[in-house]
């Protein structure tokens, strides 16, 4: 049997993963890795900056429903990717990050570049792996990609050292992965499924919570088809969009912090809340002590460490949400809420009273009109990532998702700076699918060198910059809040369309309702990247909101007859 070296045992490992793409940064530890790359069909992206490696690796797992691999060298390479993999990490994208590492015999004397990747990514990773031999490559490079692709899904990094990527050891593939004591569950018991039957049976205001693990579980059909039998209505996550078609005459679209008014007073006044792959985060929940206060609660979940964690349930099903719910579905009888829904309706017709779309323009450019025009533009068929702020909950307002893993943000760390790296890696999943990145002045910089890697590598992604000056989301805090006590949120920005031209990015500038249409129509039109700059109306507002600790339905709401200051959504 003829003998590699490991860094050939590397690459032999990810092509049989399936890996066609890698996004990376080299450097001195990890060197021999990209030397041998060469010999393998594998496209590598170079980045400008391994967060963006990170970012983008997560965007073409998100985009894919594949594993994303990141690579980067020790030290400052590898801490680098720290935030990216705790993005992932909180939102449970599987991304598998290898590192370079100083070589085994001079781990622990600091060497030049030595940093201890696998302790700093300890918490942050799903499981992470150091690679001392070349003997250990295959077999941890196969745990490493069935960890993070099973179970509840997550990163995973391999920390490499150099004299392990130069060594020669026979290469055998490992087929089987054998790890005792982690075994994801799949099936809950019998006994739990028929207490929770009895419980819907019984609820007169039933209320859907849908979470990321309907989409990462693939459960898009068994959720219609529960809420369709039962007549339960479905509010979603942040990251549960798409779970249901937003046009479904059951979905409430999105619930918790600014999220649909009657997607939060149906929470709080439902008598069942069904818990589908949701984990009760703090923006969805508010006040604990007063969350659904009259609801019995079933909770479906993958990770047993999240139940009861936030949130006492009544029951809980611990298991794939898909194989639950196929074994739930046969249980429950069919249902008539009519009066529950007719009573959702009501509150329906009172947000849309309040809605600021439905007025007429009034010469004045918002972010809100600027979604919704991307959206008609689009036809709600493009993919949409974001960076985190006043325009990541616009986008999920506005952008109205008929179709599964079309949004992509960061949910669980709220990392700025995600959204065009993200867009990056969705583009390399999906080159014959409209991608654009919606992001904000404040996010877009802090990742804006990856207008490089956009332009080097001719992707087709469309960057939506909203350019309102500000730290949009911290200032509205801060006006709500602090009095309108402003401090450090006011952005002096560059001329974005000279710095996208600077790049050989096509730019154009938009300050005028009516000239949006046809900046889209150019971006489209334009092969490869496009930047459009939007300049918004400054002190535009998110609604509604609650306040950070109140009750869920303790909603700031906009009133329905339009106050001059108070511009935006809902």
């Known amino acids: ?60 797992a998100r985009a894919t429903g594949k594993v ?35 070589p085994a015999h001079l781990i622990g004397g600091d060497a030049f570049q030595e940093t201890d990747v696998t302790g700093i990514t300890l918490p942050i990773t799903k499981h992470n792996f150091l690679i001392t031999r070349a003997d250990e490559i295959a077999q941890v490079v196969r745990e490493a990609f ?56 019984e609820a007169k205001r039933p209320v859907i919570l849908a979470g990321h693990g309907v989409l990462k579980s693939g459960s898009m059909d068994e959720l219609k088809l529960f809420a369709e039998k039962t007549q339960t209505p479905v509010a979603m996550t942040l990251l549960g969009l798409g779970a249901l078609p937003a046009s479904h005459p059951l979905s409430l679209g999105m619930m918790g912090m600014h999220g649909e008014a009657y997607a939060n007073n149906a929470i709080q006044q439902a008598d069942l809340l069904l818990a589908f792959g949701m984990r009760f985060d703090d923006r969805v929940t508010g006040n604990l002590r007063t969350y ?26 611990i298991g794939d949400l898909k194989a639950v719910l196929g074994d739930l579905i046969p249980l429950v009888e069919p249902a008539d809420h009519e009066e529950w829904l007719d009573q959702i309706a009501a509150w329906k017709a009172d947000t849309e009273a309040r809605d600021i779309l439905a007025w007429p323009d009034d010469g004045l450019l918002y972010s809100s009109h600027v979604i919704r025009d991307i959206w008609t533009h689009t036809n709600g068929d493009a993919l949409i990532t974001t960076d985190v702020g006043q325009h990541q909950m616009w986008a999920a307002q506005y952008y109205k998702l008929e179709q599964p ?87 002096k920005n560059p001329d974005f369309v000279k710095l996208a031209e600077a790049y050989g990015i096509p730019a154009r500038r938009v300050t005028q309702r009516e000239d949006v249409p046809g900046a889209l129509a150019f971006a489209s039109d334009t092969p490869g990247p496009v930047l459009l700059e939007f300049v918004v109306e400054m002190e535009e507002a998110v609604y509604p909101m609650v306040p950070a600790g109140a009750d869920l339905d303790a909603m700031l709401r906009r009133p329905v007859r339009r106050q001059a200051q108070e511009v935006g959504s809902r």
């Open 1 to 60: 049997m003829p003998q590699l070296t490991g860094a050939e045992i590397l690459w032999e490992c990810l092509t049989r993963e399936g890996v066609d793409t890698v996004f990376g940064y080299p450097g001195g530890a990890i060197m021999p890795v990209y030397d041998a790359m060469l010999e393998y069909p594998v496209h590598h992206v170079l980045v400008r900056h391994e967060q963006g490696a990170a970012h983008m690796a997560d965007g073409y």
């Open 292 to 317: 659904a206060p009259r609801a019995r609660k079933i909770h479906v979940e993958i990770d047993p460490s999240e139940i009861h964690k936030n949130v006492r349930v009544d029951v809980p099903l």
């Open 146 to 201: 069935y960890i993070a692709r099973s179970g509840r899904p997550g990163p995973v990094l391999i920390d490499f050292c150099k004299n392990a990527q130069i060594e020669k050891t026979e290469f055998v593939y490992p087929e089987q992965v054998s790890l005792p004591g982690y075994h994801p569950p799949q099936h809950a018991p019998r006994a739990d499924l028929e207490k929770a039957a009895r419980l819907i049976a």
């Open 405 to 491: 893993y079309r949004f992509l943000t960061s949910g669980g760390a709220g990392t700025m700076g995600y959204g065009m790296p993200a867009a990056i890696g969705a583009w390399f999943g999906h080159k014959d699918r409209a991608v654009w990145a919606i992001v904000g002045d404040g996010g877009f910089q802090m990742t804006q060198a990856e207008l490089a890697t956009a332009k080097n590598e001719g992707a087709n992604v469309k960057i939506m910059i909203l350019n309102n000056s500000y730290l949009g989301m911290v200032r509205q805090w801060q006006e709500f809040f602090f009095e309108k006590r402003y401090s450090a949120v006011y952005l």
């Open 68 to 102: 994303g691999v990141a690579m980067a060298t020790s030290g400052p390479g590898a801490t680098n990717l720290v935030t990216g993999i705790a993005t992932a990490m909180m939102d449970s994208i599987p991304i598998v990050c290898i590192t370079g590492q100083v």
